[in-house]
């Protein structure tokens, strides 16, 4: 079946560590998106992608980098600059460019800084 | 800019009650797509239902309705006879007509979270 895998669902970080989410997808779609997710503030955009070798920043991009070098995978990046990383990642696909179709999301990863 | 304003945070219903969810939204986009997406306890957020800026006409899909309305630029969203299984956080998203590159517009509202007890 067709989808977008998140890796790992949980991950535990100390202060100052990098740590690298695995967001792969089998749809072949063109964009993919990485959200973040806190209570009672919804999804915020943190980067995304249109088009292999290239990428843009969202709402939320300090402390965050990503890479698009094949179609399929988006991983993002939390590292040491982001203040408060603790929080919940989705990842997401789109087809084609257009407002009306539909993001295809990931099952997120919790990453929680101890 | 774009904003979706979702005004409540929680709603607790009984079975069989109906919920209905509200969505403001703004933008100064003519043509427009809104949409409502699901995500239950597993985290991955689920299409639901989706409107263009053209078409007010509401609909009925099974036991989920909307209510579309220009006018008051709101979409809102009903869940007839609820049932356990649509406790989840509902949201309402905006995005404009094309996703340009370096002009990226979809916009979710906060979330409402539904709890439907037994």
């Known amino acids: 079946d067709g989808g977008i895998t998140q890796s790992p669902k949980y991950l535990f970080r100390k202060e100052g560590q990098n740590v690298t989410l695995s967001c792969e997808q089998n749809l072949n779609h063109d964009a993919m998106y990485w959200y973040r997710q806190d209570p009672g503030q919804g999804l915020r955009l943190i980067y995304y992608?249109?088009?292999?070798?290239?990428?843009q920043k969202g709402d939320i991009a300090e402390g965050y980098s990503v890479s698009r070098e094949k179609k399929e995978s988006f991983p993002l990046t939390v590292t040491s600059a982001q203040k408060n990383p603790t929080a919940f990642y989705l990842c997401?696909?789109?087809?084609?460019?257009?407002?009306?179709?539909?993001?295809?999301f990931g099952a997120g990863s919790r990453l929680t800084v101890l | 800019a774009q904003k979706v304003t979702q005004a409540q945070t929680e709603i607790s219903v009984v079975e069989k009650e109906d919920v209905t969810l509200d969505c403001v939204y703004e933008?100064?986009?003519?043509?427009?797509?809104l949409f409502w997406y699901k995500q239950p306890p597993s985290g991955e957020l689920v299409f639901l239902i989706r409107?263009?800026?053209?078409?007010?006409q509401n609909e009925i899909s099974g036991r989920y309705s909307w209510n579309f309305q220009k006018s008051t630029s709101s979409f809102n969203f009903t869940i007839t006879a609820s049932q356990v299984v649509d406790s989840a956080v509902y949201f309402c998203a905006l995005s404009e007509a094309q996703l340009r590159s370096n002009d990226y517009k979809l916009s979710f509202g906060a979330g409402t979270t539904v709890t439907v007890r037994a």
């Open positions: 992608s249109q088009i292999v070798n290239d990428f």
């Open positions: 933008t100064r986009d003519t043509t427009y797509y």
């Open positions: 997401a696909s789109l087809r084609g460019y257009s407002g009306a179709n539909v993001l295809t």
């Open positions: 409107r263009n800026s053209f078409d007010e």
